[in-house]
């Protein structure tokens, strides 16, 4: 019964006092069994529109919410040192800006470094405020070669209108862990898909760079991961590299370096 309704009824038991209780509760129960189908369509109108969001809807929303995340309680230009519990912003590189944003509120990142940055460019960040959103807003307009995306609770900040091809290259069949100290990473470059790409496109994977340079290449952090084995199949690289940075809660990066007149490639983490 709408507050009308039943505002209108006590009006009438109030004007007619000889009306008894038996009438009364006749007019109530008219009243509720007039109402009733209204009701029942409004339920199933509200079920419906509940049911209508997928769990990946639900889910989806609820993971966006993750780019509202706190970065640190505060701001700093400084260089030279860390306050306590302050995110540094002036003089950094891209990376050590995005990683230490990051990595500890544990959100997964991948990275794509655009043609012709050597990572070596430093910025003054300029952040509206604390969250992760705020960080790539940031970073993206520092240095707009780059754009981020979000998806499926993972990160990716990459060259602005361009995916390097080998991230599009499609695996048959994927199985990796991070049991080694370069994995699944190393494990995903001799992927036969990616090195028949590869060969196609003229970059070499570091194999050549590791054995003349030795590891300097590799960028690992070293840090402990969550221990995780994946498996798919007919997945991009790109997916491949997603998939496993959210499961070790960490980070990859992907870079084509040119040395002595040769292109190669490598995929590295920092976790």
């Known amino acids: 019964m709408s507050l009308l309704e039943a505002l209108s009824l006590e009006r009438l038991v109030t004007e007619n006092p000889k009306l008894d209780a038996t009438t009364s509760n006749a007019n109530i129960n008219m009243k509720t069994l007039k109402i009733f189908p209204w009701l029942l369509a409004l339920g199933a109108i509200m079920s419906a529109s509940i049911l209508s969001q997928s769990p990946a809807q639900i889910a989806g929303s609820r993971k966006t919410d993750i780019l ?56 003054d960040f300029k952040p509206a405020g604390l969250t992760l959103r705020n960080v790539l807003d940031a970073i993206v307009a520092a240095d707009p070669r780059y754009e981020w995306s979000f998806a499926d609770g993972v990160v990716n900040l990459m060259p602005k209108g361009y995916t390097p091809p080998l991230l599009d290259v499609r695996l048959s ?99």
């Not at 701001?75 to 030279?80: A, C, F, I, Q, S």
């Not at 997945?235 to 040119?258: F, P």
Request: net charge negative; charged share 25%.
């Open 68 to 123: 509202n995340e706190t970065v640190a309680d505060c701001l700093t230009t400084r260089d030279d040192s860390w306050p306590d519990n302050c995110l540094p912003t002036g003089n950094t590189t891209v990376a050590d800006f995005l990683i230490g944003s990051f990595m500890g509120v544990g959100v997964p990142v991948g990275v794509v470094r655009a043609p012709g940055d050597d990572g070596a460019a430093r910025f």
């Open 173 to 271: 069949h994927f199985k990796g862990s991070n049991s080694g100290l370069f994995e699944p990473y190393r494990t995903i470059e001799q992927m036969p898909e990616v090195q028949a790409r590869a060969r196609e496109l003229g970059i070499l994977d570091r194999t050549e760079v590791v054995n003349r340079y030795g590891q300097i290449f590799i960028g690992h952090a070293g840090r402990k991961t969550h221990p995780y084995t994946y498996n798919c199949s007919d997945c991009s690289v790109r997916e491949v590299l997603n998939a496993t940075a959210k499961l070790g809660h960490g980070y990859w990066k992907y870079c084509e370096v040119e040395s002595e007149g040769k292109k190669h490639f490598y995929i590295s983490t920092v976790s």
